[in-house]
T-cell receptor, first 112, second 110 residues
């Protein structure tokens, strides 16, 4: 079955540590996205990538970094510079010519 | 600043009722308006979508109404069931990026 796999499902981080969230898709989609979800604020775009080796900042990129070395993979690193990283992180992909997204099941990151 | 404003934040209906969720936007470049359904601990799933050249679209018990001149669109859930209890997000797109509303938590009581 085609889909998007996010791992881990739950992640705990100590303050000052960097952590990397994994996102893999086997849908052959060109575009991939990272969103952050906080209660009452909907989904906010962190980074997106429309082709391999290229990505753009979204609305809340500060404290985050990404890479797109393979079409299937778009990992997100939450750095120690992100002041309030506790949130639910969602990865999505789309064909690129059609804007409808397919979402993964998310990673819940908690800073302890 | 949120580009898509969604209301209400939450609503409760009895089984068989019709929850209505409203969204408004300002950017006239938006050309695709999807609705997503999200259950707790899961990612959102595409429910139904509409283009601005259509005023209404139905898929099963879900209907989108679209008013281009008012820059508003809404989701109606006909004959709602307890299994429809979820958070619903409206969104709008141009250039492949989606801007999401803040979400509406719908509770359908048996």
């Amino acid at each position: 079955d085609g889909g998007i796999t996010q791992s881990p499902k739950y992640l705990f981080r100590k303050e000052g540590q960097n952590v990397t969230l994994s996102c893999e898709q086997n849908l052959n989609h060109d575009a991939m996205y990272w969103y952050r979800q906080d209660p009452g604020q909907g989904l906010r775009l962190i980074y997106y990538s429309q082709i391999v080796n290229d990505f753009q900042k979204g609305d809340i990129a500060e404290g985050y970094s990404v890479s797109r070395e393979k079409k299937e993979s778009f990992p997100l690193t939450v750095t120690s510079a992100q002041k309030n990283p506790t949130a639910f992180y969602l990865c999505a992909s789309s064909i690129g010519t059609v804007p409808g997204y397919t979402f993964g099941s998310g990673t819940r990151l908690t800073v302890v | 600043q949120q580009q898509v404003k969604q209301s209400p934040q939450s609503l409760i209906v009895q089984k068989g009722g019709i929850p209505i969720i409203n969204c408004a936007y300002e950017n006239t470049a938006f050309d695709y308006f999807p609705w997503y359904q999200q259950f707790p601990g899961k990612g959102p799933a595409l429910l139904i979508a509409i283009r601005p050249d259509v005023s209404e679209k139905k898929e099963g018990r879900f209907t989108i109404s679209f008013n281009k001149s008012a820059k508003q669109f809404s989701l109606h859930i006909m004959d709602s069931q307890p299994g429809d209890s979820a958070t619903y997000f409206c969104a709008a797109s141009n250039d492949y990026k989606l801007s999401f509303g803040a979400g509406t938590t719908v509770t359908v009581r048996a």
